[in-house]
């Protein structure tokens, strides 16, 4: 609005003095025009020409001052681009300040807010609540408008539990498996396969190897169900991402015992999570303090922790207890009589404190 009365005000201050000197005004103009498409020129050597919004502005205003049979020699452009150039400058912009929606009232977005949080499986804003009922007349959209800005998705989906609830409520019956890479010293890189309870963290690591070959994971499955025995009973799924190290026989040693396999979605590591989180304890506490000579030292560095891991490490999922422990040991109110014994694991790397007896 602005623009369009100032380049209107531009074209009559231009045009006052063509009517007293119409020849040297129109002589004028054109050096004018010269000189600014000198100028944008000068601007832009090293690239395409480009006109700024100021020297559209300035070839349409001057334009008034030049006949029309001149243009084409006068102006850098087509007349055509000046005549777009000049309706667009002229037109009026329409104010629809006056049209615009009135601002939604709060107690209004925290009624609506309130309905879909007691009520997940109405349609908020269509015909299953009544808004003239309750005193309120909300267009559909507004409604739409009030739950998007609030991060609520539409009834179907804001039904169900999320990825983090159904894990929490199925964490008994769920156990993950992800593969965790090492290097030795020499630089050889091994693999290991990690599996997780989720219900009491307890780690397994079946295995290492430098080729993990489809074959050699599925004998790495079969030996974790030989190893759970009847605590497989207890299982109902296995959430695995979707390495090519997996395979159909891979699943099928699970799907034996009744196990439904879940594969993470691509590009989502949050999926499995919990695995992600105990590969990166292992080598935080481990892998990145020990230097690996080859398969058969990892294989004992890695038991040796799952030893720990799994007996005397605490959590904070289990209220600080070990995967194994049921309860936590008896306080010891006299420090005198019951001293703390310290046990190293792995040349010290890792220590284990227990009462004196």
Known sequence: MIVSLLYKVTRKVLSAPAVLLRGEAAKDAELLVLRHENAVLRRQLAGPVRYEPADRFWFAALSALVDRCRWRKVFPVTPGTLLAWHRKLIARKSDHTAHRRPPTRAAVKSLVLRLA????RWVIGGSRVSWPRLGHHIAPSTVWQIL???GID???RRNGPTWRQFLT???QGIIAADFLHLDTALGKRLYAVAFLEHDTRRLH?????????????TQQARNLTADLGTRMESLRFLLRDRDGKYNQTF???FQADDLHVINSALQAPQMNAHC???IGTIRRELLDHVL???????????????HHYNRHRPHQARQQLPPEARQHPAAAHDLDTHRPLRTRILGGRINEYRNAA
Do not use: K, M
């Open 117 to 120: 949080r007691e009520n997940p």
């Open 148 to 150: 998007h800005d609030a």
């Open 154 to 156: 539409p009834a179907p």
């Open 169 to 171: 409520a199925q964490a």
């Open 205 to 217: 690591i079946t295995g290492v190897t430098a080729h993990p070959t489809q074959v050699w994971t």
């Open 251 to 253: 699943d099928a040693v």
């Open 276 to 278: 992600a989180q105990v």
């Open 292 to 306: 690996i000579t080859g398969e058969a030292h990892a294989r004992h560095v890695l038991e040796t922790y799952e």
